[in-house]
């Protein structure tokens, strides 16, 4: 199946997110076709290079219509960093590209964040395209052109908004992810579906089995509804000045553990943790409904994502942290919350006490 996303409605912003599932060969005759490129650069992760090396071989690396390179860079949430972008940046520069050259994200938010803010950079913009190959990569990072590396300071603090030409998920990817990372990817897809879908969220009640087996069809059907959802928001609101914060309930508590934790903890399960404490502030304000609550802290623990890593970090440190978000202004931090499940407001100053107290409820 297919989704687009619609930029100011203009032709020459629009891009494709083919969902399906065995059809990530199908680039070997996408790219000449739709894109021509002189050269086409891949960027990838140890990880995904290891898993999928014949694949790479098959699908960039065998054209006859442009030279191929493939560049890899350690895997890990630590290579969304200055040192290993500077390092990227160079070994890119070394293969004299052009702006025709085309560069490919294959492998999850990391290789996707990184890969695409070079993009964004490298002779002032080139075109790119992801190929995600985790949950989180699928359902969030490769839609909606948000690229970026992190700082000490905190998460995604450099970075530009900058869409890919192509988006193409190949559900079967999925399949080889370890545990960790599986069940790590699946908080993305119940944040989608809390903030604004109460269908996909009670089809993700009935179908807990589905998820944890990884079921291919239950597995296609949360990531292109999530897509889906996605998709919409970004078309509304690409530079986020309104709409499209509501992507990131979860995502202030969450990021703040992330950069607490030195990126040790994942990116799913400080968000995991972000939910439950931004939807026990939705509650404490009176906004969110205990019964809805409870569901929300129900499908977390069945995911195994309820997992209380918060406690490991003291709530001034998190605070600190929480006053380096981007969504913060001269008023404060603003928080996205939800009044029930499927709805979402953003916005919402937060004084710190209230955090306080649902972070150590
Ligand atoms: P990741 O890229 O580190 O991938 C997780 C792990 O899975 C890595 O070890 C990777 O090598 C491995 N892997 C990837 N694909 C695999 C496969 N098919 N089989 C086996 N192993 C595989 O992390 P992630 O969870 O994909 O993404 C997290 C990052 O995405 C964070 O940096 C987060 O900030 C970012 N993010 C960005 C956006 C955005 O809008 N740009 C949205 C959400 C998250
Ligand atoms: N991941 C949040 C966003 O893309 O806006």
Request: hydrophobic share 35%; proline share 2%; net charge positive.
């Amino acid at each position: 199946m297919e989704i687009k996303v619609n930029l100011n409605k203009r032709s020459d912003r629009t891009y494709k997110i083919q969902i399906g599932r065995k059809d990530f060969s199908s680039l070997k005759k996408l790219i000449p076709q739709k894109f021509a490129p002189d050269k086409c650069i891949v960027v990838t992760d140890s990880n995904v290079k290891r898993i999928y090396n014949s694949e790479i071989k098959a699908v960039f690396l065998s054209s006859k219509e442009h030279r191929s390179f493939v560049i890899t860079i350690p895997a890990g949430e630590k290579s969304k960093s200055q040192k290993v972008r500077d390092k990227l940046e160079r070994e890119i520069i070394k293969l004299n590209p052009s702006r025709q050259s085309l560069l490919i994200a294959f492998g999850g938010g990391v290789v996707g964040d990184i890969a695409g803010f070079l993009a964004s950079t490298i002779l002032r913009g080139i075109k790119y395209i992801q190929v995600p190959t985790t949950i989180i990569s699928q359902v969030d990072s490769s839609v909606g052109g948000k690229t970026g590396i992190n700082l000490p300071e905190s998460k995604n603090l450099i970075g530009t908004i900058y869409q890919p030409a192509h988006v193409q998920i190949d559900i079967d990817f999925i399949q080889t992810l370890p545990e960790e990372e599986y069940f790590n990817g699946l908080a993305e897809i119940v944040k989608s579906f809390i903030i604004a879908d109460e269908k996909a969220f009670g089809y993700l009640e009935k179908n807990i089995n589905g998820l944890l087996k990884r079921n291919p069809q239950t597995l296609q059907y949360c990531i292109k509804q999530s897509v889906g959802i996605k998709s919409k928001i970004v078309e509304q609101d690409e530079n986020e000045t309104g709409l499209r914060k509501i992507l990131n309930f979860g995502h202030t508590v969450g990021h703040a553990i992330e950069a607490c934790s030195n990126y040790r903890v994942k990116h799913g399960f400080a968000v995991a943790e972000g939910i439950l404490v931004e939807a026990q502030i939705s509650n404490q304000l009176g906004k969110l409904s205990e019964n809805d609550l409870q569901r929300i802290k129900n499908i977390l623990e069945k995911f195994g994502l309820s997992k209380n890593i918060r406690r490991k970090y003291d709530f001034n440190s998190i605070w600190k942290k929480i006053l380096f978000d981007k969504k913060k202004n001269k008023n404060g931090v603003g928080f996205s919350l939800i009044s029930k499940i499927g709805k979402c407001e953003y916005n919402i100053l937060v004084e710190r006490y209230v955090v306080k107290s649902a972070y150590n409820k």
